[in-house]
Structures are given as structure tokens and as C-alpha cells.
């Protein structure tokens, strides 16, 4: 059993900053990638920023130069600096990880943390 529990959410103001966490636990031998989605409210779920089991990132253009995704293997756990919020930064963000297994590569996700950006 995998589970991925975000943490980190909250309410602050424009112009500040917030540092999400995403760990798996469970039977984990390692992670492919991690991913940071976010669902603003009424709107579809977007990706927010990737990494590779190598390092290699990639980001929304929106959040480019702002936000910073990074992990830690050994942990089994990927950050997300988020820096010079905008209220339009507002949502729900979401963690997912995929995972090899010997049935192959699985995607979990992760409960959700609430983000907040008052303006």
C-alpha cells in the first residue's frame, strides 16, 4: 500500500510565499517522477511542475521563475517553494507520484492541500 500525504498548504498574502511537501510511504523501492497539480476553484486541474527521477524539471509557464520543485530520494519526497504568491495561485494542489512496480509503472496521487492567496 502507497500513500502520498501533502502538507504545507494555507492562507497568505500576495506576495508571500509557502513551501509544500508531498512524502510516499508505504512499499517503495523508488520514484520515477513526482508532480504538482492544482485545481483553482471552478476551473480544471492543471500541472503545476515535474521532476524526473534524474533531476530534470519542467513548469507551467505561469509559475515559471516563482516557483521551485526539487526532491528528496531518500525520503521518497518532492517540495514545492512557491515564492511571490498571486492570488490567482489559489487552489487546491495535488502530489503524483509514479511508481515502478513488477506489474510496471503505477500513478498514485496524493489527498490534496489547500492553498490560499489573499490579495
Known amino acids: 500500500q502507497v500513500q502520498l500525504v501533502e502538507s504545507g498548504g494555507g492562507l497568505v498574502q500576495a506576495g508571500g510565499s509557502l513551501r509544500l511537501s508531498c512524502a510516499a510511504s508505504?512499499?517503495?523501492?523508488?520514484?520515477?517522477?513526482f508532480d504538482w497539480y492544482r485545481r483553482p476553484p471552478g476551473k480544471q486541474r492543471e500541472l503545476v511542475a515535474g521532476?524526473?527521477?534524474?533531476?530534470?524539471?519542467n513548469y507551467a509557464d505561469s509559475v515559471k521563475g516563482r516557483f521551485t520543485i526539487s526532491r528528496d530520494s531518500a525520503k521518497n519526497t518532492v517540495y514545492l517553494q512557491m515564492n511571490s504568491l498571486k492570488p490567482e495561485d489559489t487552489a487546491d494542489y495535488y502530489c503524483?507520484?509514479?511508481?515502478?512496480?513488477?506489474?510496471?509503472?503505477?500513478?498514485?496521487w496524493g489527498q490534496g492541500t489547500q492553498v490560499l492567496v489573499s490579495s
Open positions: 503524483s507520484a509514479d511508481l515502478p512496480t513488477v506489474d510496471g509503472v503505477i500513478n498514485y
Open positions: 521532476i524526473s527521477s534524474g533531476g530534470s524539471t
Open positions: 508505504g512499499t517503495i523501492f523508488s520514484v520515477d517522477s
